[in-house]
């Protein structure tokens, strides 16, 4: 009664189009089942980050365009996706597309505040890349890291070609893989520094994660994620958690369906400006965490594995 056994995946017409600086016109973003074109699609999920998105952009598009000197036949992508901002987020993207060109840089602008979860969705399902990775708006994780996630996402397609012999429930198992960055290797030095009652929350949300929705994974609310396309596209279509906790509804999805997932430690800083109310975020964290479990193994959240 108080929710829908499919996730209900619409836009709103104008969430369609993306703004071209160079012709000053609008165009229609490709259809997510069309044959991808370039080798990495960026998501950037953004939520009045009009102060840190500059900063993280800058780092990002050094990197990028520092690896397609060294190799031009490196195509990638930067998505930004202003989930619903009342500030200056997507002008500031804008700015960046009018520089780097909309084939390099597009801003996906939504009419209203989705969360996190289903803001990345949206950027997923614009995308063109043959792989696609999700990064935060805050600049917290190093962009280059992401050199320790293409190389274990090799390893992690090996497991995914012989899991794609016994397992059924998905096409294109051998193709499907994700690769965590985490932060867990860095959780002695945060205890050090917070509070007794913010450090348990901490442990109690890894407990309760544990217990009720993903095993393997130490940190499961990195926002550096990388996955194959085919993987992303079927997690994000059946993703139903849309807020903070949608990272540990993608990781339950992609167990249930046997996708390889691997975590590499990156390196991270805290950026002041965080949009996480530390009470409140954590409870709604924790009511998902239950849902999650109670309603997909009551069969109320159905998951799909055609589409």
Same mark, same amino acid.
């Given at each position: 009664? *108080?929710?829908?056994?499919?996730?209900? /995946?619409?836009?709103?017409?104008?969430?369609?189009?993306?703004?071209d600086?160079?012709?000053?016109?609008?165009? #229609?973003?490709?259809?997510?089942? !069309?044959?991808?074109?370039?080798?990495?699609? /960026?998501? /950037?999920?953004?939520?009045?980050? $009009?102060?840190?998105?500059?900063? #993280?952009?800058?780092e990002?598009?050094?990197?990028?365009?520092?690896?397609?000197? !060294?190799?031009?036949?490196?195509?990638?992508?930067?998505?930004? /996706?202003?989930?619903?901002?009342?500030?200056?987020? *997507? $002008?500031?993207?804008?700015?960046?597309s009018?520089?780097?060109?909309?084939?390099?840089?597009?801003?996906?602008?939504l009419?209203?505040? =989705?969360?996190?979860?289903?803001?990345v969705?949206?950027?997923?399902?614009?995308?063109? +890349?043959?792989?696609?990775?999700?990064?935060?708006?805050?600049?917290?994780s190093?962009?280059?890291?992401?050199?320790?996630?293409e190389?274990?996402?090799?390893?992690?397609?090996?497991?995914?070609?012989?899991?794609?012999?016994?397992r059924?429930?998905?096409?294109? #198992?051998?193709? #499907?893989?994700?690769?965590? +960055?985490?932060?867990?290797?860095?959780? !002695?030095?945060?205890?050090?520094?917070?509070?007794?009652? =913010?450090?348990?929350?901490?442990?109690?949300?890894?407990?309760v994660?544990?217990?009720?929705?993903?095993?393997?994974?130490?940190?499961?609310?990195?926002?550096f994620?990388?996955f194959? =396309?085919?993987?992303?596209?079927?997690?994000?279509?059946?993703?139903?958690?849309e807020?903070?906790?949608?990272?540990?509804?993608?990781?339950?999805?992609a167990?249930?369906?046997?996708?390889?997932? +691997?975590?590499?430690?990156?390196?991270?800083? !805290?950026? $002041?400006?965080?949009k996480?109310?530390?009470?409140?975020?954590?409870?709604?964290?924790?009511?998902?965490?239950?849902?999650?479990?109670?309603?997909?193994?009551?069969?109320?959240?159905?998951?799909?594995?055609?589409?």
């Open positions: 009664m *108080t929710t829908k056994a499919y996730p209900v /995946v619409s836009r709103h017409d104008s969430e369609k189009f993306y703004f600086p160079s012709s000053k016109s609008k165009r #229609m973003f490709p259809d997510y089942s !069309e044959n991808p074109s370039l080798d990495l699609s /960026v998501i /950037v999920p953004a939520y009045n980050e $009009e102060q840190r998105l500059p900063v #993280m952009m800058e990002t598009m050094e990197y990028l365009e520092k690896r397609q000197t !060294e190799n031009p036949s490196f195509k990638y992508e930067v998505i930004i /996706v202003d989930d619903g901002s009342k500030d200056q987020t *997507t $002008e500031i993207g804008l700015k960046q009018e520089q780097y060109g909309a084939e390099k840089v597009r801003v996906l602008t009419q209203r505040n =989705r969360g996190k979860g289903g803001a969705r949206l950027g997923v399902l614009s995308s063109r +890349g043959r792989q696609i990775l999700f990064v935060d708006a805050d600049g917290a190093k962009f280059s890291d992401l050199d320790k996630l190389k274990n996402m090799e390893e992690q397609k090996e497991k995914a070609k012989l899991r794609s012999k016994s059924k429930k998905a096409k294109n #198992m051998e193709s #499907m893989a994700i690769v965590c +960055g985490s932060r867990a290797h860095l959780e !002695e030095d945060s205890i050090a520094t917070r509070s007794m009652f =913010r450090t348990f929350l901490m442990l109690g949300f890894h407990f994660v544990w217990l009720l929705a993903v095993r393997g994974i130490r940190d499961t609310q990195c926002g994620k990388l194959t =396309r085919e993987a992303a596209i079927l997690l994000f279509l059946n993703l139903h958690v807020r903070w906790a949608f990272d540990v509804d993608l990781l339950y999805l167990q249930y369906f046997g996708i390889p997932a +691997g975590e590499v430690a990156i390196e991270w800083q !805290e950026i $002041e400006g965080t996480m109310v530390p009470v409140w975020s954590w409870l709604q964290m924790g009511r998902d965490i239950l849902l999650i479990r109670l309603r997909y193994s009551l069969s109320i959240w159905k998951i799909k594995s055609k589409f």
